[in-house]
Each structure stands twice: as structure tokens, then as C-alpha cells.
């Protein structure tokens, strides 16, 4: 009698249970504690796994060439290890761990969500009140102001940094697009006195992500859309504060309850309200932001 379901798993498993083992036990003394316990399980899992669903060298050697492909598709423009890590919501999960594992006493800061591909380094540090929208002519303007709190004192906090960026109409962040200037659709911006930061933006829209690699083909494999719902990415840090590296979600995106990389969390979705007053924008964001201070 069978002692588990599981095609290939269990005491009478067809196949050699000491095998698992001794690849674990084959690490040397000079690995770090780290190291030793998460390969450990990671061999654990992989070899369960393949036994479990019984998987042949067909299917390994396919598995194989889809990460070789994801390697030669990726440079510093394009990331498809992290993509095909996204569509499977590791990056997502990842970050939830992340967030509370550090969260454990401040869990009412803003919540993160994961950076994404996309990301640069050197954005532009940019005047309150300035815009990050050049050369597009059919997207919503929208202006996005707020003000970033402590987390315990709820007191302003100056001088925080705040990045931006986002993609354009077409579905294109500007290093995907050789028809954006550099560095369209990103900034950097500092809150003043009174912890206050504001910008013109986009009222964002929907995009898929890249399809045309592994991450695409796994998508297609699973019957699955590439769409993400509209959101802005920030990340936001001060000194003595934690870092928070999140992603806001319009609430009128029809993909929110869907999102082909699962990051929308529903503290992170917010409204887009229709502006009349200001001649530089259609829609208001007013959005606060609550960094929890590290403990002394
Ligand atoms: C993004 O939000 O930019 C993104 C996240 C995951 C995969 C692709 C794009
Ligand atoms: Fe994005």
C-alpha cells in the first residue's frame, strides 16, 4: 500500500531514498549557517518536487532553456530573471515576507509592494511642484501632493526623499521607449518643512508587462493575461527612518483584482479625483505617506 499520494514520494518510492540526502550532505564545513540551511531546503524542495511530478529529462532540459533564454534576453534595460520570478508571484511573496518580517511592531506604515523591473538610479532631483511628464499628449495630467509622517509621532518629516517613476500611455517605461527622452515619467523629490511633497504626474494606466521572452511564454503556457492595473512606483527614505519601496493602484483599474504579477494590496489602492482649479492638471492625488522610525 501506497504510504502517500503522491506519485513517487513516501517510504516505497520507487525511486532512491537516500539519494536527496547525500547531495545535502555533500556541503563542506566552510559554508556559512545561511547558506547551509536555505540550500538545504532549497535541495529538499526541488527534489521533492521533480519526484512528486515525475519529471523527465524532456521537461527539465525545456525548463533549463527557458532560464538560458531568460540569460541572454536580460541586459541593463530588460531583467527577464526577475520577470519570470514576477509572473510566478515571487517577487511579490518575497516582498511580503520582507515587509512583515521588518513590519512586526509598525505595521500601520505604509505598506510596500515590489520594485520591479524598471528602476534607475540616477533620477533627476527635481523642484516640489515640477513635472515629470515630457512629450506625452494623451494621458490625464495628474497632480500628486502629500505629506510624510512619523510613523509614531505623526510629525512631519522633512527632508525625505521621494522617487518616482512610472510608465508612459504606451505602455512603456522611457528605457523600453526610444521615443521617450531619458529619464521621462522619474524624479526625485524632497519634502520641505512641513514634511510636504508635491508633482505633476500621469494618472497612470494599465500595461502589460514584457511578453515577447520567457516571461511572456510561461504566460501563454498558463492561459494567463500580461497585464498590470495602472500604478505609480515610489520609493521613499530618510535617515532613522525604514526605507519603503511601494507601488499606489488607481482605484478604477479594471485589473486590480488581477494583476499579472499579484502586488496590489488593497491599502495601496487609491483615487484619482477629477481637479477643476489648476490649469496643469485633470485629476488630484492626495497621498500621506507614514515612515516608521528605526528603534534607538
Ligand atoms: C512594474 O511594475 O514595472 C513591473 C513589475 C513586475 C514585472 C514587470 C513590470
Ligand atoms: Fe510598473
Same mark, same amino acid.
Not at 178 to 202: E, H, I, M, S, W
Not at 244 to 251: A, H, K, L, P, R
Not at 290 to 295: D, I, T
Given at each position: 500500500m501506497a504510504s502517500n499520494n503522491a506519485p513517487g514520494v513516501g517510504q516505497d518510492s520507487r525511486f532512491d531514498p537516500n539519494f536527496t540526502r547525500h547531495? /545535502?550532505?555533500? *556541503? +563542506? $564545513?566552510? !559554508?556559512?549557517?545561511?547558506? =547551509?540551511?536555505v540550500m538545504a531546503s532549497l535541495i529538499q524542495h526541488v527534489h521533492d518536487f521533480a519526484r512528486e511530478n515525475e519529471i523527465t529529462i524532456d521537461e527539465w532540459m525545456a525548463a533549463v532553456d527557458m532560464m538560458n533564454w531568460a540569460g541572454q534576453m536580460s541586459n541593463d534595460k530588460r531583467n527577464e530573471g526577475q520577470l519570470m520570478c514576477d509572473v510566478i508571484g515571487l517577487e511579490s511573496l518575497v516582498d511580503e515576507i *520582507?515587509?512583515?518580517?521588518?513590519?512586526?511592531?509598525?505595521?500601520?506604515? *505604509?505598506?510596500?509592494? /515590489?520594485?520591479? $523591473?524598471?528602476? =534607475?538610479?540616477?533620477h533627476p532631483i527635481l523642484e516640489n511642484e515640477s513635472t515629470i511628464v515630457h512629450g506625452v499628449d494623451d494621458g490625464e495630467i495628474a497632480y500628486m501632493h502629500g505629506i510624510v =509622517?512619523?510613523? %509614531? !509621532?505623526?510629525?512631519?518629516?522633512?527632508?525625505?526623499? /521621494?522617487d518616482v517613476w512610472q510608465a508612459s500611455t504606451n505602455g512603456l517605461y522611457e528605457q523600453q521607449d526610444?521615443?521617450?527622452?531619458?529619464? @521621462?515619467? =522619474? +524624479? %526625485?523629490?524632497? !519634502?520641505?518643512? @512641513? +514634511?510636504?511633497?508635491?508633482? &505633476?504626474?500621469?494618472r497612470p494606466t494599465p500595461y502589460p508587462i514584457p511578453y515577447d521572452g520567457p516571461a511572456g511564454k510561461l504566460l501563454k503556457l498558463l492561459d494567463r493575461h500580461p497585464y498590470r492595473p495602472a500604478h505609480i512606483h515610489l520609493i521613499i527614505q530618510r535617515d +532613522? &527612518?525604514?526605507?519603503?519601496? !511601494?507601488? /499606489?493602484?488607481?482605484?478604477?483599474?479594471? &485589473?486590480l483584482g488581477n494583476d499579472s504579477v499579484f502586488?496590489? %494590496?488593497?491599502?495601496?489602492?487609491?483615487?484619482?479625483? $477629477?481637479?477643476?482649479? @489648476? $490649469? %496643469?492638471?485633470v485629476r488630484e492625488l492626495e497621498y500621506d505617506i507614514?515612515?516608521?522610525?528605526?528603534?534607538?
Open positions: 547531495v /545535502i550532505e555533500a *556541503t +563542506g $564545513p566552510k !559554508t556559512t549557517p545561511r547558506m =547551509r540551511k *520582507t515587509f512583515k518580517m521588518a513590519a512586526e511592531t509598525d505595521d500601520s506604515a *505604509t505598506a510596500s509592494a /515590489i520594485l520591479g $523591473p524598471f528602476f =534607475r538610479h540616477d =509622517r512619523d510613523l %509614531k !509621532t505623526k510629525k512631519p518629516v522633512q527632508d525625505a526623499w /521621494i526610444p521615443d521617450q527622452v531619458d529619464l @521621462n515619467l =522619474r +524624479g %526625485k523629490f524632497k !519634502t520641505d518643512q @512641513n +514634511g510636504y511633497y508635491a508633482f &505633476y504626474c500621469l +532613522g &527612518y525604514k526605507p519603503v519601496t !511601494t507601488q /499606489i493602484f488607481d482605484s478604477e483599474d479594471p &485589473y502586488a496590489v %494590496k488593497d491599502s495601496l489602492v487609491v483615487e484619482f479625483k $477629477p481637479l477643476k482649479d @489648476n $490649469p %496643469k492638471a507614514l515612515l516608521a522610525p528605526y528603534e534607538k
